[in-house]
């Protein structure tokens, strides 16, 4: 018995562990130039996802994340309506945004590139996540929270955000402070 237990281990790989995102901890804000002397920011307060790591193979990552756009807050009532209405999230018709990433890069101990795909609009285009995790996650242990940082920088028009072009700048910049849960 105690040989079959010995062989099941061998061929059940690295361990993998499952966190929960914290959306009470975590953070999204989206940023663009306004009229090219300042900026409008935009936050995701409602969000839930998913991450399974592996700590052995950190490139084979499973990362799910939505965020109700339906939610969004802005800088003023005014930009909050705008933000929710036709011409950028149309959250009439695409009340969430979201992001799936499979393939992270380490790029030193705690520094990784995560390609996925974004979904805005009911587009979905590439986009690429420039990750800080607070500690390596090679030392995942999946009893402790993992805590991170991520940015990118995506243009609006790719998911069809066109409007006010004079005052709006294209790129946004988006930053992620995530808490992670076992779970």
């Known amino acids: 018995m105690l040989a079959l237990a010995a062989l099941a281990t061998l061929g059940a790989g690295p361990a993998a562990y499952r966190y929960q995102l914290d ?3 975590s953070a999204v804000i989206a940023k663009v130039s306004f009229l090219a002397i300042g900026s409008k920011t ?3 307060p409602v969000m839930k996802g998913s991450i399974r790591i592996t700590p052995e193979r950190l490139d084979d990552i499973d990362l799910d994340v939505e965020l109700d756009a339906r939610a969004l807050t802005a800088d003023s009532k005014g930009d909050t309506a705008t933000l929710r209405g036709p011409d950028f999230f149309d959250v009439a018709r695409h009340p969430s945004v979201s992001f799936s990433g499979h393939r992270m890069t380490m790029t030193g ?3 990784a590139r995560l390609d996925g795909m974004l979904t805005a609009r ?3 285009r590439p986009a690429t996540l420039s990750i800080t995790f607070r500690d390596p996650p090679a030392r995942v242990s999946g009893r402790d929270p993992v805590q991170l940082r991520a940015t990118t920088a995506i243009d609006r028009r790719q998911f069809g955000m066109t409007a006010y072009g004079w005052a709006v700048g294209r790129q946004v910049k988006i930053t992620i402070d995530a808490r992670l849960v076992p779970g």
């Open 122 to 124: 009911g587009i979905s």
């Open 109 to 111: 101990p705690v520094t």
């Open 42 to 44: 935009a936050r995701f």
């Open 23 to 25: 959306s009470k901890g």
